[in-house]
Every structure is written in C-alpha cells, then in structure tokens.
C-alpha cells in the first residue's frame, strides 16, 4: 500500500484490536494494526499522520546491525557471547554440537538423506537451538544465582521459584517476570555479550521489586548497573546478530 508515494506498509486486521497501532521493524518495514471495523480512509489518515515518526525511526535504524540470514551450511556465521563463530557441518560418528573459540561444529552420522533442502536446514537449525538453549540454561542460572545473592532484596520473597528460569525463543523481548518473580529468557540471549546478558537479567530481576517500568524500576536498574542506558542502545544496535 502507497502512502504517499513513499512508505509501504502491511496491514494487519483483528477483532480483539481496539485501536490502530503503528510498528517500524528493524529493518524499516512498517506494519499497521487495526480493529476489524476501521476502514481504509480512518486507518490512511492514522499512518499519514505518523510519517514524520516513521521516518525518524527508520532513520535511526540504519545504524542497526541487519538481521543475520543463515544457510545452516558450513560457512554460516552465529555468535556465542558476542563473538562471531563459523559453523562446520560435518559427518561420521555420534550426532553432537562441539564449539572452539572460532567455530561450532555440528556433526552427524554419515548418509543421513534429507527429503529436501528444507528439512536439511530445519535439521540443522533444530539441533544448534537444542545447544543454544542448554548452555543458556546454565549459564543464565548461573547468573541470576550471582545476582541475587550479591543483591539479596532481588531474591527476597519470591521463594521455590528464585533460581528456576524459562528458556524459549521470543521475537520481540529478551526476558520476562512475572508477579510471581519467575523469569524467562530468550534463547538467543546467549549470543549477546556477557555484559549485555547481565544487563537483561539485572533488569528482568529489578521486576521482582518494581512490577512496572516507572521511575523507581529505572533508578533500581541504575544502582544495580550504572549508565545501563548505553548497555539498552548496544542491545539494539547488535540485536540483528544474535538470529538462531
């Protein structure tokens, strides 16, 4: 659709939507959102009057990195703790997942026959999520163990659930908490540098005293990690590596 003769956007339609909302990606696709009921002159008029916005903000994501777009063939590139690594597909042996500091070696047994090219990549893929998301498990644990018992008010009152994490793949968010102080990570967390890992962990526990993102969650993430706010930008702008 032309706005303008200038922004395309997709539009997207649901009857649980009550308003229209605007959302600029990454890569400077702008997707509109609307109610079932909203027609087509309502819905022009809303992005007209946001082009301004999202011009701003398809500007300020060129300095984003782009979205890594994988082969999973040997050459492919994936990032461990913010370090780039080759990955070598090789054969023979028992099916495993071995990482140096260069590269992440995924081997299978010899003659395994995929129907198609698909089903070889989703293979591929399926067996470097189940690593990612082991090692992120671990270490994850590791450091939100750290950080609640150097800050013990970040453990206080949650109870069984102070350790236990959730590991999933989300396209939006790193981490979540909910009322009940148990926390979810995103997979590819794992990917980012450790001090960006410590800096979603320290902001999803900071959920635990604050159940919001008001003034008093921010100064608590700032007496946890001072000047974070570079720690937020670097995760934008390096977030496009980190693609499983």
Partial sequence: M?????????????????TISIRVSSQGHVEVSAPVRCTMAEIERVVRSRTD???????????????????YETGDLFYLHGT?????ITEGGHPSVTVSDSTITVQTRTGTVYADESQRKAYYRRK????????AKQELTERVAYWCSRYPELDAGVGEASGEITLRLMKRRWGSCDKQGRLTFNTTLI????E?????IVHELCHRVEFNHGKAFYQNVEQYLPGHQRLHVAMRL???????
């Fill in 196 to 200: 960006l890992i410590d800096y979603v």
């Fill in 2 to 18: 032309n706005l303008e003769k200038k922004v395309q956007y997709t539009l997207k339609k649901s009857s649980k939507r009550k």
């Fill in 53 to 71: 916005w999202i011009r701003k903000t398809r500007e300020r994501y060129k300095d984003y990195a782009a979205p890594l777009v994988h082969t």
């Fill in 191 to 194: 990917c980012a540098p450790p």
């Fill in 238 to 244: 390096q977030a496009g590596l980190w693609v499983l």
């Fill in 84 to 88: 780039p690594r080759k990955l070598i």
């Fill in 128 to 135: 470097l999520v189940q690593w990612y998301k082991a090692e």
